[in-house]
C-alpha cells in the first residue's frame, strides 16, 4: 500500500499507479466514518465551466441553474 505525505501546504502527491487508473487529474475529496475518500472527477470544459462552484458537484448545480430559470418564468408569466 502507498504511503504519501502531506506537505506544509496541504499537498499529497498521489502515486503514479494510482493516478495512471483515476484516468483523469481531477478528484473530489470528502471524509466518510473517519477517512478520506479521493474520486475521479470528470474535467469540466467548454460551457459546462460556467456552472463550476468550488464544493459542489456539478449535478447539484446543474441543478439549481434549473430551478433559476424557472422562477424567472414563472416571475415573467405570472406578473402580465
Not at 472527477?41 to 441553474?65: C, D, R, S, T
Request: aromatic share 2%.
Amino acid at each position: 500500500m502507498p504511503i504519501a505525505k502531506i506537505t506544509r501546504k496541504g499537498q499529497v502527491t498521489i502515486p503514479a499507479e494510482i493516478r495512471k487508473k483515476l484516468g483523469t487529474d481531477l478528484v473530489e475529496i470528502t471524509m466518510k466514518e473517519g477517512e478520506v475518500v479521493i474520486k475521479p472527477v470528470k474535467k469540466l470544459g467548454g460551457v459546462l465551466l460556467e456552472y463550476a462552484i468550488k464544493g459542489k458537484p456539478i449535478e447539484e448545480v446543474m441543478k439549481m441553474e434549473k430551478e433559476a430559470i424557472a422562477d424567472a418564468f414563472r416571475e415573467k408569466h405570472n406578473s402580465g
